[in-house]
């Protein structure tokens, strides 16, 4: 199914909606700004966060190591 198809289910599912609770639910989603943290993997975060802690401890990578460490996903 596409997106265009995918829209319509949900703009007709939100239309027959009577529950107030979920109304209210589906508002401050659309309030709420996506923290892009949250909509990693958590492999990514654990990268992020031993780079981090890497960098903190002095321990810095060249750029060419960490192209060829990840090579396989460019």
């Known amino acids: 199914m596409n997106i ?3 829209k319509v289910n949900i703009i007709s599912w939100i239309t027959h909606l009577t529950d107030d609770s979920i109304l ?3 508002e ?3 309030s709420t700004e996506a923290d ?3 909509m990693i ?3 990514e975060k654990s990268e992020i966060t031993q780079g ?3 960098f903190d401890s002095g321990e810095i990578k ?3 190591e960490v192209m060829s ?3 396989k996903w460019l």
Request: hydrophobic share 30%.
């Open 52 to 54: 981090l802690a890497e």
């Open 24 to 26: 209210s639910k589906i």
């Open 28 to 30: 401050n989603l659309q």
């Open 69 to 71: 460490k990840y090579k």
């Open 62 to 64: 060249t750029h060419q």
């Open 4 to 6: 265009e198809a995918r």
């Open 36 to 38: 892009w943290w949250d």
């Open 41 to 43: 993997r958590e492999d």
